[in-house]
């Protein structure tokens, strides 16, 4: 196949637009859509530093590539790459990223749980509900990055998610009935920084092929405390949807999106939500992972 807009081989087929792309032509299209969602969302303004939260894998350097290229040259605006130790055997690294941080020419924080919490994650899980590690380990992981965040004076905390991951997330949201996280979705949650996600509508194989050219790191490895089940028949019923509606993820998205915005126009939070006394920053608390943390501080 050749390229729909210059008579070079095609790289990729976009079957939502209809176009085969060359390299040259599929790059540009993908700068200008990340660069679009950084625009209508308003995700980007002088003054700000960027901290790049770096997973160790593709995606995440992707990121940190498109972020340097597009404001490595501004000065007023500065990049700064994040990673997070959690302390899971076989599973945390944060090497990766610190070497791709370093040839990108941009400074790397590592933060770990057991330097922000005293404890690493396997030691948690270990005392804890293992049904529910998962969900714990994010809450603490976020927390661990915006306390990093607030500490590097971080206004802007980047991370390389997916259209497909953003629709599986929201699809995973709708089913569990979490209202508060459409409404009141993380970036929007009150801490130091607000989360960016420049690829937020860029499918995942785009973002796949665009790391394949420019970035390091492994694919994003299965965390041992993961359990997967439901998120696991959302990707196989979504995938199976895409097959013949390839603008459904799309739609999710858009819907969150919108959702969101409602959400950011006035809505409360649920009664039910509150403020969490229990940790420094500044998020809706998250009782159970307040509980894991106090099972471990007793033992
Ligand atoms: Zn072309």
């Not at 008579?7 to 085969?20: F, K």
């Not at 994010?138 to 971080?154: K, P």
């Amino acid at each position: 196949m050749i390229c729909s807009k210059c008579r070079r081989p095609a790289v990729i087929y976009q079957r939502y637009s209809g176009l085969h792309l060359c390299r040259t032509h599929f790059e540009a299209d993908f700068d200008a859509k990340a660069k679009r969602a950084i625009r209508v969302h308003r995700w980007l303004s002088s003054g700000d530093r960027i901290g790049v939260v770096h997973r160790g894998e593709r995606d995440s350097s992707a990121l940190l590539y498109f972020l340097q290229k597009v404001m490595g040259r501004r000065r007023d605006v500065e990049l700064l790459s994040i990673s997070i130790d959690e302390g899971i055997r076989s599973y945390s690294d944060t090497s990766l990223a610190r070497s791709f941080a370093e040839k990108m020419g941009v400074r790397h924080v590592a933060s770990s749980f057991r330097g922000m919490f005293g404890l690493t994650f396997d030691d948690m899980a270990s005392h804890g509900d293992s049904r529910q590690a998962c969900s714990s380990c994010s809450t603490l992981r976020a927390l661990c990055i915006e306390r990093t965040a607030r500490e590097e004076g971080v206004t802007r905390l980047a991370i390389g998610s997916n259209l497909d991951e953003e629709a599986r997330s929201l699809f995973l949201t709708f089913l569990t009935g979490k209202a508060e996280r459409i409404i009141h979705p993380p970036e929007h949650r009150g801490g130091s920084a607000t989360w960016i996600k420049p690829f937020i509508y860029i499918p995942e194989r785009e973002v796949a092929l665009y790391a394949s050219y420019h970035a390091e790191g492994g694919r994003c490895r299965r965390c041992p405390h993961a359990s997967g089940g439901l998120s696991a028949d959302i990707r196989s019923i979504l995938a199976m949807y895409d097959r013949n509606h390839p603008s459904t993820p799309y739609a999710l998205v858009n819907l969150g999106d919108r959702l969101g915005g409602l959400g950011e126009a006035g809505l409360t939070h649920d009664r039910d939500s509150r403020q969490c006394t229990g940790w420094d920053e500044p998020v809706i608390c998250s009782c159970r992972s307040c509980r894991m943390r106090d099972e471990v501080a007793d033992v």
